[in-house]
């Protein structure tokens, strides 16, 4: 079956960058999205079709997909972005997540 | 506006079968491109998906629950059903389930319910 890796946790200071991948056999050749998820609350879908910002999603979320890597990528990144961020795809009509990614801003 | 909200026991015991309904408005299901799937979240764990029914009543299960889980849809009354047999203490977690057009994004999701199970 399909797999997507993530690392478990990623550390950011407040206003810079923060950079999560997913990684996947041919990951470029498929579409990925990317979900946020707050402690106690629901997914929240964050970036769609690699690189598309659903309305209401701020503009320091941008998203990217080639190879084998899709990255997530949160420019000037701020304390109300510390959350679990999952990527997602799709393979031979099911779909897969990535194990999640723990963003914490220090 | 899209919602959906889930319901169903809060604590079933080992080799019970767990029976979740997804209740949402704002779409049909009935609806060319509609779908609706269900995930799942143990306590401090990443997300799983579970199963997902379509318009035309295709469903897909994922591979390492197929034989445990079935997925139904009530048009009539906007719901989705998912049965679950043999629950374990392992299935404990919150169920979630979401709306996704033609095979795209899920958004939104609903707020879950957390099942626990236990003797």
Known sequence: SYELAQPPSVSVSPGQTASITCSGDKLG????????QKSGQSPVLVIYQDSKRPSGIPARFSGSNSGNTATLTIRGTQAVDEADYYCQTWDSGTVVFGGGTKLTVL | QITLKESGPTLVKPTQTLTLTCTFSGFSLSTTGVAVGWFRQPPGKALEWLALIYWDDDK???????????????TSKNQVVLIMTNMDPVDTATYFCSYILTNNWFAPWGQGTLVTVSS
């Open chain 1, 29 to 36: 050749d498929k579409y990925i999205c990317w979900y946020q």
């Open chain 2, 60 to 74: 897909r299960y994922s591979p390492s629950l197929n034989s445990r889980l079935t997925i139904t849809k009530d």
